[in-house]
Antibody, heavy 113, light 107 residues
Framework: QVRLVQSGAEVKRPGASVKVSCKTS????????ITWVRQAPGDRLEWLGWINTSELKTKYSQKFQDRITLSSDTSTTTAYLELRSLTSEDTAVYYC??????WGQGTLVSVSS | ENVLTQSPDILSLSPGERATLSCRAS???????LAWYQQKPGQAPRLLIS???TRAPGIPDRFRGSGSGTDFTLTISSLEPEDFAVYYCLQYNIALWTFGQGTKVEI
């Protein structure tokens, strides 16, 4: 079956970067895009961006455009999210998803001094 | 950006009652690219409806999506105890998603 397994929780200082991985299995990796979504504590879901895993084209939310990079590795069927210049407002659970139905379990990123 | 506004923010109901959740888009959605998700605490969102009206595999038929253009509705015909959760609408225009703020269905 389709599985998306994300890397573990991270604790970062303000100004640091974080890289979250999303290991996929159970389907043809390059036939589907991967989308990243986050959810701050008690807040709504927020779309971060999308990567076409076949052409490696990306589209980012304007809000994060300057400090986000999405990438993927076909050989390991893994997608990555890198977010730079972290602030406390980036504290959230980060999800990868194979649109629309299949989601990872989420990765908690905590930013605190 | 196409802003999605859900109403109400909180819906207080009892098991067996009907729930009607609304999602309004600031601009019309092409091809009705609207989905509904259910989320419970500590869990990833679960897809209920895509294309505004199509139930995802395994979703009970008490969940029904309707609407087009800018106004969409999720109806739960008779609430089961496991249906008490937060519900989000999502517009998934190609390569650009936006979520509503969510409706909490509580007992």
């Amino acid at each position: 079956q389709v599985r998306l397994v994300q890397s573990g929780a991270e604790v970062k200082r303000p100004g640091a970067s974080v890289k979250v991985s999303c290991k996929t299995s159970g389907y043809n990796f390059t036939r589907y895009s991967i989308t990243w979504v986050r959810q701050a504590p008690g807040d709504r879901l927020e779309w971060l961006g999308w990567i076409n895993t076949s052409e490696l084209k990306t589209k980012y939310s304007q809000k994060f455009q300057d400090r986000i990079t999405l990438s993927s590795d076909t050989s390991t069927t893994t997608a990555y999210l890198e977010l730079r210049s972290l602030t406390s407002e980036d504290t959230a659970v980060y999800y990868c998803a194979r649109p629309l139905a299949d989601w990872g379990q989420g990765t908690l990123v905590s930013v605190s001094s | 950006e196409n802003v999605l506004t859900q109403s109400p923010d909180i819906l207080s109901l009892s098991p067996g009652e009907r729930a009607t959740l609304s999602c309004r888009a600031s601009r019309g959605l092409n091809s009705n690219l609207l989905a509904w998700y259910q989320q419970k605490p500590g869990q990833a969102p679960r897809l209920l409806i895509s294309g505004a009206v199509t139930r995802a595999p395994g979703i009970p038929d008490r969940f029904r999506g309707s609407g087009s253009g800018t106004d969409f509705t999720l109806t739960i015909s008779s609430l089961e105890p496991e249906d008490f959760a937060v519900y989000y609408c999502l517009q998934y225009n190609i390569a650009l998603w936006t979520f509503g703020q969510g409706t909490k269905v509580e007992i």
